[in-house]
């Protein structure tokens, strides 16, 4: 007799929905040229170079009209569901999935576009260490620098103990029916995943990644992703 157990399957989602205001470029930062490339291409090359993951949702703005010219021949599938906020634009990209046949079990790791320097090592190591795990988790790194608070006019109101601190990154990992009811339970206020998860009252695990794993935010960013990027080759 054969089973018919499901086999949890993983799929990747990129949030690329976004309008890159901090980045201060002429348009969406995800579309800017980096070594020759859109930001958007290196990031879905380096989660189709992970075999495991068994397809990638890409999450576009409804009013996005450059992808296809951008990234002429790309496989992974495209969604023009991104909403207001990057928790809904990540909401969006689950309901597509479940409209694509993945269901409550299935793993999905979000990531965001904007994180191009992204390494299929570190996914992998994510996945070898969530996918026997009840939570889930994500790739993090300690922070190094002391902590500082500072008030609006810029100036310290309190050092903050950085021992227990780590900085979140993506991707992140959660089964897709847990990360769904946890973002709808927390809505826009979720900055990742991870928080959304926690305030279910669950720990997800953090994976030690790499800070050149960081997320293209600043003008000046572009410039060290240049630059990391040019040094791989
Ligand atoms: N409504 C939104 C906002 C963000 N994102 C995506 O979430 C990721 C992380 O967001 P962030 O770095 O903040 O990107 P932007 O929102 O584009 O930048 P900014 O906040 O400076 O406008 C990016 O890949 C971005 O495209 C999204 O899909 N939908
Ligand atoms: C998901 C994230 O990249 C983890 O650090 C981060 O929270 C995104 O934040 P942003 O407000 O969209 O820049």
């Known amino acids: 007799m054969t089973s018919s157990a499901h086999v949890p399957r993983l ?32 990031t879905l ?30 496989t992974a599938w495209v969604a023009r569901v991104g909403g207001a906020s990057r928790a809904e634009s990540v909401l969006g990209g ?16 979000v990531h965001d576009a904007a994180r191009c320097l992204l390494r299929p090592e570190w996914v992998d190591a994510l996945i070898d260490a969530c996918e026997h795990d009840d939570v889930g988790g994500l790739l993090a790194q300690p922070v190094a620098d002391t902590l500082k608070a500072g008030d609006a006019d810029s100036r310290v ?6 021992r227990d601190k780590w900085a979140a990154q993506t991707p992140q990992m959660f089964r897709l029916g847990r990360v769904e009811r946890a973002l709808q339970a927390m ?26 794993n960081f997320k293209v935010t600043w003008p000046e960013d572009f410039t060290l992703a240049n630059r990391l990027l040019a040094a791989r080759r």
């Open 187 to 212: 809505g826009a206020a979720a900055t990742d995943e991870a928080s959304a998860v926690e305030a279910l009252g669950l720990r997800p695990r953090l994976v030690r990644a790499s800070m050149e």
């Open 94 to 109: 689950l309901a597509e999935l479940r409209r694509r046949g993945a269901t409550d079990d299935d793993w999905v790791l």
């Open 157 to 162: 109101s309190a050092t903050v103990d950085r």
């Open 11 to 42: 799929f990747a989602l990129v949030p690329a929905a976004g309008i890159g205001e901090r980045a201060g470029a002429a348009g969406p930062k995800q579309y800017v040229d980096i070594g020759g490339l859109p930001m958007l291409a290196h």
């Open 45 to 74: 090359a380096a989660l189709a170079a992970v075999p495991r993951i068994a397809q990638t949702l890409v999450v576009l703005s409804p009013a996005d009209d450059r992808f296809e010219a951008a990234l002429p021949g790309c």
